[in-house]
């Protein structure tokens, strides 16, 4: 149902190969030509910004106002834990690192379970929280990623005071080799809908209960180019797409052509 394009895809495939393999064994059978499937692609979920806060505020209030405030490993620590649910006090401590971590640099869900402490420089003189992913998917060279948010240094001085070193997303968490992601990932995604409910509940917002990972990356790229437009014109588009792992034609076609579309009937 997210895919709606790649699923046509696949079944356009399978029918022509089905129909190759029919004239193969019976030449003169009459088959009429299969019509095209078009591939228009659909705007992919991403939450607005007024969801985006208070979809915050509600992770603030289920840490018990500690995501502001951890700034030592020791008081990480003692966070109230339950290794048995995850419905816990030092989980919403991370899922709030987690969505940081997505804001500010735009990261991979495959990211999330490798991301540590120490790929990160702090530069306290420019304010600056540089990140070198160490590890990439595939054979991609490493890659250094900036933040585009000034107030990224606030939120990374804490998020990196509470975890200098280890893994900065569910530490606790065991990460098998070959199969990093999905356990730690289907964690996130349970915290993410539970805090989605929760929000929905007591702020009155209409946040999608069926949120994954990879609407917070949307969310990110989407918001960014919502409020820097220059972001979205050359020469600056090059370097904000490499920065973020992606590339201009992906940029264009999942945000800026809705971002255009909508501006353009606003002013209408």
């Not at 004239?23 to 969801?51: A, E, K, N, Y």
């Not at 929760?198 to 990879?214: A, F, G, H, M, S």
């Not at 579309?261 to 002013?267: F, R």
């Amino acid at each position: 149902k997210n895919d709606m394009a790649g699923t046509k895809k696949q079944q356009k495939t399978l029918i022509n190969k089905l129909m190759r393999e029919a004239r193969s064994d019976v030449p003169s059978l009459g088959l009429p030509d299969f019509p095209p499937i078009s591939t228009q692609r659909s705007q992919v979920q991403h939450l607005t910004r007024d969801q985006w806060d208070k979809l915050l505020e509600t992770i603030i209030s289920l840490s018990g106002n500690q995501v502001r405030f951890i700034d030592k490993p020791k008081s990480y620590h003692q966070l109230e834990f339950n290794q048995f649910n995850r419905i816990n006090q030092r989980n919403w401590v991370d899922l709030w690192d987690a969505l940081y971590l997505q804001w500010f640099y735009f990261l991979r869900a495959q990211d999330m379970p490798v991301i540590r402490g120490e790929w990160f420089t702090i530069n306290a003189k420019d304010k600056i929280v540089t990140c070198f992913l160490e590890e990439t998917k595939g054979n991609r060279d490493k890659h250094e990623s900036f933040p585009y948010r000034p107030d990224h240094f606030k939120y990374m001085s804490t998020l990196l005071a509470r975890r200098p070193k280890g893994y900065l997303v569910l530490p606790h968490m065991n990460r098998p080799q070959g199969n990093e992601s999905k356990h730690l990932l289907k964690t996130l995604n349970m915290l993410l809908k539970h805090a989605a409910k929760q929000t929905n509940k007591t702020r009155q917002t209409n946040i999608p209960e069926d949120l994954v990972w990879t609407t917070i990356r949307h969310t990110a790229f989407r918001l960014t180019l919502e409020e820097d437009p220059s972001l979205g014109v050359p020469p600056k588009i090059h370097a904000f797409a490499d920065n973020g792992h992606t590339s201009v034609e992906m940029l264009q076609k999942r945000y800026l052509k809705f971002i255009r579309l909508e501006e353009t009937a606003a002013e209408a």
